[in-house]
């Protein structure tokens, strides 16, 4: 069975091939994640590998060294306002937000002075930035959910040229969420706005042939996967890696703390579920989740189920289980096994050496559409970056309550999982 296993922070940690003991060692580790070599000019409080700031968008506290190249991506290659520069920072979706704010937050420390505005959301506003556009009238997940804010989104896409257009903004700077801020990109570049893209859209996944249009809108790419690179300069556009935003997040908790958090006892086999945070993540990944853990407490393979959840997020028949409300590194620390959905969240686990399942679970036309464009042979980003199957991977109708139950129940029966 694939699996994430303890060896320190890896970003795989020790892990078999599909079908394999869980014995071989995964190539993907924590130091992928990190630039190869310092920057010239290095944050005060980057002192190695061994140094940790606060979590991104922390009131008060460092944006982390990753963060702070981010800020100083574009430093040297543009003209210096004579007066303090006016940024754009555009986060559309949680996510977005979280990496923004820690952004935010390094981008007051290395340029005093700036005025920032923001697309963005309570990470962002709480690192300072004046948010002129709430991320929550446009966040959206996948092809078919996104019909419904289109009007939503040209209304703001033409507020923001006639912002480029007077001069409002001296750069543009952009945070994932490709399908609209290709079309920002490019209208900033129009009006002569300098564009700065961090997280990178992952167009070596799928079109790559977009390439070219990014390249005739960005500046500069902040990239956070350590191949990205060369990828991006192959099409044309300068790119530079910063490191992943998730090794400047505080460590984990204590486990023993952490299990006592969610009502874990000594020797309890806790199944930790994250069906993740937005509303159509939700809706589509945790009634399988859920009746996945049912299924395995009835069976006696689990002992105890923790959902990370968010402060609005809805579970219904999650009675028995614990929904964890708080940070998710609480359910990270404390499970021996996890089912999770695609995306961040699997690095997240394989940072924190939590064996998991992960799921993909999008609309059937998304799905669809998504077939014929995606050119990678995986959907987990724990397996892009170690270049091998090293978590099981669930998709489509496959992401069943027996086929999770099954899966994840190996990795809960394993002792010496975690």
Known sequence: MARVGRGGAGAAGRAGGAGGTGRGRAPARAHQLRPRRPRRHRDRGDRGRGARRAG???????????????SRALGGRAPVPAAPPRIFVSAGEPSGDLHGGGVVTALRETVPGAAIEALGGPR?????AVVRHPMERYTVLGFVEVVAKVPAHLRLLRALERDFQAGRYDLALLIDYPGFHVRVAEAAHRHGVKVL?????????????????????????????????????????PAEYVGHPLLDREPLPEREAARSAVGAGRGERLLGLFPGSRPQEIARLWAPFRDAARRLLL????????????????????????????????VFAAADAALAKSGTTTLEAALADLPMVVAYRVHPFTSLVARRLITVPWISLVNLVAERPVVEELTQDAVTPRRLATAVAQLLDRRDAR
Do not use: S
């Open 124 to 128: 962002i506003a709480a690192a300072g």
């Open 197 to 237: 893209y961090y997280i990178a859209p992952q167009l070596w996944a799928w079109r790559p042939g977009r390439a070219r249009r990014f390249a005739g809108a960005v500046d500069r790419m902040a990239v956070i996967l350590p191949f990205e690179p060369e990828f991006f300069r192959r099409h044309g556009i």
């Open 56 to 70: 991104p968008g922390a009131p008060g506290r460092g944006g982390g060294p990753a963060l702070t190249r981010v």
């Open 299 to 330: 069976e006696g393979r689990c002992d105890r189920v923790a959902v990370a959840g968010t402060a609005e997020g809805r579970y219904p028949g999650a009675e028995g289980f614990t929904v964890h409300r708080g940070p998710a590194a609480t």
